[in-house]
C-alpha cells in the first residue's frame, strides 16, 4: 500500500531516510545521464519543436469534446461487440471490473501495465473478492510481490537492485537465483508467467489511445505482455482514463512519434497494438473473445474544462518530466510522488487522490524547468504545480504565516525595500567579513551547508545617482532590471556591467519604482501580490523610453517573460504594454553577443580556465544555450565545459529553507562537478546561482572563485 | 528507386535493434532457412500462420519434406492446443516501416498471433514492395484497415521482446520471441 507523507514534518523524515539509499542514487543518477543522450539521438534529424507544438494542438484540440469524443467511440465499439462503460469514480471503475468478472465465471486474471489501473488500486479490489490477478510487465510483477507501487511510470521497478529482484526470484522459483545474471533473471518471469496467461480467463490492460472514429484502442509495449494479455484470456478488459479519447488513428500515431522516443529513447516500442471489435478468440465458446472497455472520469471530465488546469490531461504518460528533475534524481519515485510521480506526478495527485496526499509532495519543485522543456505535450508543470500548492493552501484554509508575511511586504515597495535596508543592521553581528559562515543555532544545522552573503551596505539604488557614468551620444537606451540580488547583495555585478555596457555606448538607466520582480511569491503561490508587483514594474520600466529592458538576473527575466503574460493577462488577452515588455527583456550575454556583437578585439587574450554554470532561468528560461558560451570565447576565456552544467544548484529562493537537505546534495554534486574541470572560476549568469555556488565553495574550502559573467567581462575588456 | 531507398533504411534500422535482415526469399530459400535456423536452435516445431493461398502452396510442401528431413515438426493450425510447444513462427508481413525498422502484422487470426507471440523465434516475410518511408505514410493504410468491417488486431512488431525493467539492464525475449528474423521477398524483376 502506498502512503505518502501529509505533512513536512513526516515527508522530510521520508527525505532524511530516502537521502541515505546510496544505491537509488547511483542508479537514478547514472540513467539521468544516460537518457539525456538517448532522447536527444532518437529525436537527431527531426523537427521536435513543431512534433511538441502537434501534440500539444491535437489533444488541447480533442480535450473540449471528450465526452462527444467518447459517444462516438461507444458507438462504434459497441457496433463491433464490445461494451464500452463510463465510470465517475475509481470506486466505479473496479465495481465494474469486479462485476464483469463474476459474470464470466473468471477465477484468474493477467494484467498487462497500466497507470490507470494503479490509480483505482484496481489488484486490490479484485484480490478482496477472491481474484487471483498477475502483473505481467516485469517491472509490475516485481513490485507486485514486494506490494509496493511503482517508482517510475515506464520502469515501474527502477528503484530496486539485481540483487533485490535475485533474493525475490529465488523466492518465488524455489531455485537459487544468480543476481548478476540479469538475461537469467527476466527468463525467471518469462518461465513462471506463461502458465499464468495460458490459465488466465480475463486479461487486463491499459491502453495509451481510444480513437472515436472507429472504437479501437492502441497500446504500446516492449515486453510482449500485453499482446499475450489481450490474446490468450476469453475475456478482454480495457481500463483506460478519458483523456484517452482522440479522434482518429493520425492523432495517435503523431503522438507515439513522441512518446516512445521521449520516454525510453527507442524510435518505436517493440510492440504497438491495435485492436478494434472481438477477435478471434479459441478459448471462448462463442469463438470471439468478450470485450469491455472501461473509461474512467475521476474528475477528469471536470478538469478538462478548467481554464488553466486542462493542460495537464495532454499528458501521454512518458515518465520522462521524472527522468530529467533533478529532485527525482535524488529522491525516487516513492519520495517524489503518489501513485503518478515527478512533475505531472505533484500536479495529477492532488485531481486524482486528494489534497491530502498532494500537501508536501507538491512543495517539492526549484521551478527548475528541466520538465517543461522535456515534455512531449508541452504542459507548463512548474507553472501548474505552484498552482496546486496554492488550491491546496486555500482548500485548508490556511496560508502559512511565512506567506501572508511575504505577500504583505512585498506589495509594498517601499516597506519591503526598508526592510532590507535595515537588515543590514541586523545581520551584522553574525556576519564574517562579507559572508555569514555560520547561521544562529535557531535556523539548525541542516540549513549550515553554505555561507550566505551579507546584504551590501548600500544598495545599488543608493549608489546609483552618484555611480551612473555618463555616456554622450548613446548608441542604445537601455533600462535596467537589477532584481532584488543584485540591487541589495550584489551591487558590484551591476555596476560592472553598466561601466561595461557604458565602454560600447550604451546609456543605462535604474528606474527607481521598480521593484522584486514576483518570482519568489509565485514560488510561494502568493498569485495576488505577484500580479501586484508585476503590474508596479511593468508601469516602472515605461518600455517606451527604451530600446531594451536588460537584467543580470536569469530568474526575473524568465519570470518576466514567461509569466507576466500569464499573470496580467486581461480576458484571455495579453495587453499590449505586456507584449513589449516581453520583446524587449534581454539577458546579459545574449545583449553582448546578438546586439552589441562584441568581438575577441575588444578583451585581453587572457587564457584563464573557467567552468560555466548554466542557471536553469536561462537556459531554459529564456532558452538561451549558446550565447554565454560563445561570449567567454570571445573574451579570451578558456572555457571547460562541465558535466550536468545545466542541472539546477539548489537554490531557487525559499526552495532550499523548505528542503535544505535536497537543495544541499545538489550544491555538492554542482560543487563537485565545477572541480572536476580543473578551472579556477566558475562564471554564471544569474545572482541567484551566484549565492548559493559560492556559498557550497565556501563550505568545501573550495579554491574557486564564483562570479557574474558581467564581472569577469568587464576585467577582461581592454582598457581603452 | 525510392523503394530502394526504404528498403535499405529499413534494413539498417532493422539491424540496429537485433533483428536478422536477409534477401532475395523465394518460397524454397524461406522453407531451408526456416528450417535451418529452428534446427540450429535444437527447436522440434514449427508454426506457420497467415500466408496467401498462393505463397502456402509453393511454400508448405517444401517446407514439411525439409522439416521432416531434420525431425522437425510443422504444427497443424488451430495452434492453441500448442501454446506451450512452438519453437518458430513463420509468418508474412503486410507492411514495413523505414524510419524504425518495424513489421506491420494483420494479425485478427488468432493462429498467426499465437504464432508470433508465443515463439521462441519469429521468422517473418517481408516485400520489400511493401515498406513505407514513415508511419505518416502509412496513416491512410492503417486507417482503413482497421476499420474494415468485423474485428482488428495490427501489430506494430519492431526487433524482439525486450525489457530494460531490472538495473535498466537491456535484455531480450521477456514474453514475446527473443530471436527475429527478416526475409525480405524475392523481388520481381520489372523494371
Ligand atoms: S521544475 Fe524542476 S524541480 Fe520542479 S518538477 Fe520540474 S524538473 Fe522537478
Ligand atoms: S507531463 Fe509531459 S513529460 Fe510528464 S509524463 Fe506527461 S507527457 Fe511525459
Known amino acids: 500500500m502506498i502512503k505518502t507523507p501529509q505533512n513536512m514534518k513526516d515527508y522530510t523524515d521520508q527525505i532524511r531516510a530516502t537521502l541515505k539509499e546510496k544505491f537509488l542514487q547511483t542508479t537514478l543518477n547514472n540513467f539521468a545521464t544516460s537518457y539525456k543522450a538517448s532522447r536527444a539521438k532518437a529525436f537527431s534529424g527531426m523537427d521536435l519543436e513543431a512534433l511538441r507544438e502537434e ?83 516485469l517491472g509490475e510483477w516485481i513490485i507486485q510481490l514486494r506490494h509496493e507501487g511503482p517508482s517510475h511510470m515506464v520502469m515501474p521497478a527502477i528503484h530496486l537492485s539485481r540483487y533485490q529482484v535475485g533474493d525475490l526470484f529465488t523466492g518465488v522459483s524455489g531455485e537459487e537465483q544468480d543476481p548478476e545474471n540479469i538475461d537469467k533473471l527476466v527468463k525467471v518471469a518469462r518461465k513462471q508467467l506463461r502458465p499464468r496467461f495460458i490459465e488466465a480467463d480475463m486479461g487486463i490492460s491499459g491502453a495509451n489511445f481510444a480513437m472515436a472514429d472507429s472504437g479501437a484502442i492502441g497500446i504500446v509495449t516492449n515486453e510482449g505482455n500485453a499482446r499475450l494479455t489481450t490474446t490468450l484470456p476469453r475475456v478482454h478488459v480495457t481500463l483506460a482514463g478519458v483523456d484517452k479519447l482522440i479522434p482518429d488513428i493520425k492523432t495517435a500515431l503523431t503522438a507515439l512519434k513522441g512518446l516512445t522516443r521521449n520516454a525510453t529513447g527507442q524510435g518505436i516500442t517493440s510492440y504497438v497494438t491495435w485492436i478494434k471489435g472481438q477477435p478471434p478468440c479459441g478459448a471462448s465458446e462463442k469463438e470471439v473473445q468478450t470485450r469491455h472497455i472501461v473509461f474512467l472520469d475521476n474528475g477528469r471530465l471536470a478538469l478538462a474544462k478548467d481554464p488553466v488546469f486542462s493542460e495537464v490531461l495532454r499528458c501521454i504518460r512518458c515518465g520522462a518530466c521524472a527522468n530529467v528533475c533533478p529532485i527525482y534524481r535524488i529522491l525516487g519515485g516513492h519520495t517524489y510522488g503518489h501513485v503518478y510521480i515527478g512533475a505531472i506526478g505533484l500536479i495529477l495527485t492532488f485531481f486524482y487522490h486528494g489534497r491530502d496526499n498532494a500537501r508536501a509532495i507538491v512543495k517539492n519543485c526549484l521551478n527548475c524547468q528541466s520538465c517543461k522543456v522535456v515534455c512531449p505535450a508541452k504542459i507548463d508543470l512548474p507553472y501548474l504545480i505552484k498552482k496546486v500548492y496554492r488550491e491546496v493552501m486555500d482548500e485548508d484554509g490556511k496560508r502559512p504565516l511565512r506567506n501572508r508575511l511575504l505577500a504583505r511586504v512585498m506589495g509594498n515597495r517601499k516597506l519591503f525595500h526598508t526592510l532590507l535596508k535595515n537588515a543590514w543592521m541586523a545581520q551584522a553581528p553574525i556576519a564574517d567579513g562579507p559572508k555569514i559562515r555560520h547561521l544562529p543555532t535557531i535556523f539548525g544545522r541542516k540549513h549550515d551547508f553554505r555561507t550566505i552573503p551579507v546584504l551590501a551596505k548600500h544598495p545599488l539604488r543608493d549608489q546609483w545617482s552618484s555611480f551612473k557614468p555618463v555616456v554622450r551620444n548613446p548608441k542604445l537606451k537601455v533600462a535596467l532590471f537589477a532584481g532584488c540580488a543584485q540591487d541589495f547583495i550584489y551591487p558590484q555585478q551591476a555596476k560592472d556591467a553598466v561601466t561595461l555596457l557604458a565602454s560600447y555606448g550604451v546609456d543605462v538607466d535604474l528606474p527607481m519604482d521598480q521593484t522584486c520582480c514576483g518570482l519568489p511569491l509565485l514560488m510561494m503561490a502568493e498569485n495576488e501580490t505577484a500580479k501586484e508587483v508585476a503590474e508596479q514594474n511593468l508601469k516602472a520600466l515605461d518600455t517606451d523610453r527604451y530600446d531594451y529592458i536588460l537584467t543580470l538576473c536569469a530568474s526575473c527575466g524568465s519570470h518576466i517573460k514567461e509569466n507576466y503574460p500569464k499573470l496580467l493577462q486581461k480576458e484571455n488577452a495579453v495587453p499590449e504594454g505586456v507584449k513589449k515588455l516581453e520583446e524587449k527583456i534581454i539577458d546579459f550575454s545574449s545583449f553582448m553577443v546578438n546586439v552589441l556583437k562584441v568581438t575577441a578585439d575588444d578583451f585581453r587574450v587572457s587564457g584563464k580556465k573557467v567552468a560555466y554554470h548554466a542557471p536553469c532561468h536561462l537556459c531554459r528560461g529564456l532558452d538561451v544555450v549558446e550565447e554565454p558560451r560563445e561570449l567567454m570565447r570571445v573574451a579570451g576565456l578558456d572555457y571547460v565545459p562541465a558535466a550536468d552544467e545545466d542541472v539546477c544548484c539548489g537554490f531557487s529562493g525559499s526552495y532550499s529553507v523548505d528542503f535544505p537537505e535536497v537543495s544541499e546534495q545538489l550544491l555538492r554534486r554542482k560543487v563537485a562537478n565545477m572541480e572536476a574541470t580543473g578551472a579556477d572560476i566558475v562564471v554564471t549568469d544569474c545572482p541567484g546561482c551566484v549565492m548559493q555556488i559560492s556559498g557550497g565553495m565556501d563550505k568545501h574550502a573550495s579554491r574557486m572563485r564564483v562570479c557574474h559573467m558581467a564581472e569577469i567581462l568587464r576585467e577582461m575588456r581592454k582598457k581603452e | 528507386m525510392e523503394n530502394g531507398k526504404n528498403k535499405e533504411l529499413f534494413k539498417e534500422k ?10 532475395a526469399a523465394t518460397p524454397e530459400v524461406i522453407a531451408a532457412y526456416t528450417v535451418d535456423l529452428t534446427a540450429d536452435q535444437g527447436g522440434k516445431t514449427i508454426a506457420l500462420a497467415g500466408f496467401d493461398e498462393e505463397t502456402l502452396a509453393a511454400l508448405l510442401p517444401d517446407l514439411k519434406e525439409k522439416a521432416k528431413a531434420k525431425g522437425i515438426e510443422v504444427l497443424e493450425p488451430p495452434f492453441r492446443p500448442h501454446l506451450e510447444n512452438i519453437h518458430t513462427g513463420l509468418t508474412p508481413a503486410l507492411w514495413g516501416i523505414a524510419q524504425t525498422g518495424t513489421l506491420v502484422l494483420r494479425s485478427a487470426d488468432e493462429n498467426l498471433r499465437i504464432a508470433t507471440m508465443l515463439a521462441e523465434t519469429h521468422v517473418c516475410v517481408l516485400d520489400p514492395a511493401t515498406i513505407y518511408p514513415s508511419t505518416d ?55
Do not use: W
Not at chain 1, 461487440?81 to 465510470?87: E, L, N
Not at chain 1, 470506486?91 to 494484467?111: D, G, M, P, S
Not at chain 1, 501495465?113 to 473478492?129: W, Y
Not at chain 2, 532493422?14 to 534477401?23: D, K, W
Open chain 2, 14 to 23: 532493422a539491424e540496429a535493434i537485433q533483428t536478422l535482415v536477409s534477401s
Open chain 1, 55 to 137: 501534440i500539444a494542438c491535437a489533444k488541447d484540440a480533442a480535450l473540449p469534446r471528450l465526452e462527444e469524443l467518447l459517444e462516438e467511440f461507444t458507438r462504434h465499439a459497441e457496433a463491433d461487440g464490445v461494451k464500452v462503460h463510463f465510470a465517475k469514480t475509481a470506486q466505479e471503475a473496479n465495481a465494474i471490473i469486479a462485476a464483469i468478472a463474476k459474470e464470466n465465471n473468471v477465477k484468474t486474471i493477467v494484467k498487462s501495465k497500466s497507470m490507470t489501473a494503479e490509480e483505482t488500486f484496481l489488484n486490490d479490489h479484485l484480490e478482496k473478492q477472491g481474484l487471483k490477478v498477475t502483473e505481467t510487465d
Open chain 2, 137 to 191: 505514410e502509412l496513416a491512410p493504410l492503417l486507417d482503413a484497415a482497421i476499420k474494415e468491417n468485423g474485428a482488428a488486431y495490427m501489430a506494430f512488431i519492431t526487433g524482439p521482446s525486450r525489457t530494460a525493467d531490472i538495473e535498466r539492464v537491456l535484455s531480450i525475449g521477456v514474453h514475446g520471441p527473443e530471436f527475429l528474423h527478416i526475409l525480405f521477398k524475392e523481388e520481381k524483376a520489372d523494371d
